[in-house]
């Protein structure tokens, strides 16, 4: 139980740094990495969820997680695939890195495992302009 609240948590502090999102600087804004990832659920994951706000929870807490500070996330917008993989948008930037420096770090996700709240998700491909 403490695990789901905690997750909850979680989720809204990500709702509440996108809502919070104006506050950072116009510089930060621009440089953002565009990219498009394709991620495989580890369970079925129930129809009715949000995966708009949960591949914004997916990426950029694991973008948060992997450099130590904060992200600007301007929002994922996701699309489910008949073979119940998941095709997601994102442009994203992280604290004290270009778009270049944050593309890499999320091109080397492919392979790993990220934790979300309606599943965990492994990262199958992700290509970034």
């Known amino acids: 139980m403490i695990f789901i609240f905690s997750k909850v948590f979680i989720a ?14 116009q510089k930060r804004q621009e440089d953002l990495a565009s990219c498009d990832f394709v ?5 079925p994951v129930d ?5 708009d706000i949960e591949f914004n929870f ?7 997680i992997e450099t130590g500070g904060g992200t600007f996330n301007a929002g994922s917008t996701a699309t489910e695939n008949a073979d119940d993989t998941f095709n997601v948008h994102d ?11 944050t593309a890499a ?25």
């Open 12 to 25: 809204l502090a990500a709702v509440v740094s996108v809502a919070t999102a104006s506050t950072v600087s």
């Open 39 to 43: 991620f495989q659920p580890d369970a």
């Open 47 to 51: 129809p009715n969820t949000d995966f």
């Open 58 to 64: 997916v990426i950029g807490r694991s973008l948060s």
């Open 91 to 101: 442009d994203i930037g992280a604290d004290g890195k270009t778009a270049e420096e």
């Open 105 to 129: 770090i999320l091109t080397g996700w492919v392979g790993e495992t990220k934790e979300g709240i309606a599943a965990n998700w492994l990262v199958l491909s992700v290509t970034c302009a």
